[in-house]
């Protein structure tokens, strides 16, 4: 199912572009993840283990394409890539109704509304899939801005695994947060 682009304004008045990743985004992707990870103590996912050559990016991307329950959307400003999400379906029958949430943006542009443009965007059209019933995602209970937005666009909280990071030798409790879509 095809996601028409959109255009939003983030609270610094900057106008982004909301669109489909494709194939030829893989190195742009790659250098904005990479950079997210860096910056955030809220991806479960240290620098070092992030290894994934451009190749492999350009494999997962076109995972999203031939998944009719999977969307992979990127935020593009001035010709980077500033934020991404993913819809991951399930690929098992009886769990084909349901996708898991992946997103994340660069430093600069957290806390101004483009977490809220992306998982709009993906919500909406989650709505319209007509395979997808349930969204859910895990976060820190600790990140606030991932908690609010979360619930701001209408996630439940599902329960708390506590102690489920390990970082640095501190524990972290893990948030299951899940959308009704159909
Ligand atoms: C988590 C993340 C995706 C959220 O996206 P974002 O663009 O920063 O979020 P938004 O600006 O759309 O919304 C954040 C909301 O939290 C609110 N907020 C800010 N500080 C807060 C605090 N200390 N406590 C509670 N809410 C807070 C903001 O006011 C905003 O709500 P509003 O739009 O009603 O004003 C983004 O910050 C990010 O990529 N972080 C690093 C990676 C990550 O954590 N990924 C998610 C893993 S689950």
């Given at each position: 199912?095809?996601?028409?682009?959109?255009?939003?304004?983030?609270?610094?008045?900057?106008?982004?572009?909301?669109?489909?990743?494709?194939?030829?985004?893989?190195?742009?992707?790659?250098?904005?993840?990479?950079?997210?990870?860096?910056?955030s103590?809220?991806?479960?996912?240290?620098?070092?283990?992030?290894?994934?050559?451009?190749?492999?990016?350009?494999?997962?991307?076109?995972?999203?394409?031939?998944?009719?329950?999977?969307?992979?959307?990127?935020?593009?400003?001035?010709?980077?890539?500033?934020?991404?999400?993913?819809?991951?379906?399930?690929?098992?029958k009886?769990?084909?109704?349901?996708?898991?949430?992946?997103?994340?943006?660069l430093?600069?542009y957290?806390?101004?509304?483009?977490?809220?443009?992306?998982?709009?965007?993906?919500?909406?059209?989650?709505?319209?899939?007509?395979?997808?019933?349930?969204?859910?995602?895990?976060?820190?209970?600790e990140?606030?801005?991932?908690?609010?937005?979360?619930?701001?666009?209408?996630?439940?909280?599902?329960?708390?695994?506590?102690?489920?990071?390990?970082?640095?030798?501190?524990?972290?409790?893990?948030?299951t947060?899940?959308?009704?879509?159909?």
């Amino acid at each position: 199912m095809k996601f028409e682009p959109t255009y939003g304004k983030l609270k610094n008045g900057k106008t982004v572009l909301i669109r489909n990743c494709e194939i030829q985004d893989a190195a742009k992707l790659l250098k904005s993840v990479k950079q997210q990870i860096a910056d955030s103590i809220y991806i479960p996912k240290t620098e070092e283990e992030f290894t994934l050559t451009e190749e492999q990016e350009k494999k997962w991307i076109s995972s999203f394409m031939v998944a009719s329950n999977s969307l992979l959307l990127v935020a593009e400003y001035e010709d980077e890539i500033i934020g991404n999400i993913d819809l991951t379906g399930h690929t098992r029958k009886i769990m084909q109704h349901t996708a898991v949430i992946g997103m994340g943006m660069l430093l600069d542009y957290r806390n101004m509304g483009l977490g809220q443009l992306l998982l709009k965007g993906a919500i909406h059209w989650a709505k319209q899939n007509p395979q997808l019933e349930l969204l859910w995602l895990q976060v820190y209970t600790e990140n606030h801005l991932g908690v609010s937005l979360y619930k701001k666009m209408g996630f439940e909280e599902n329960g708390i695994l506590k102690n489920y990071f390990k970082q640095d030798g501190r524990y972290y409790d893990n948030l299951t947060m899940s959308l009704v879509v159909k």
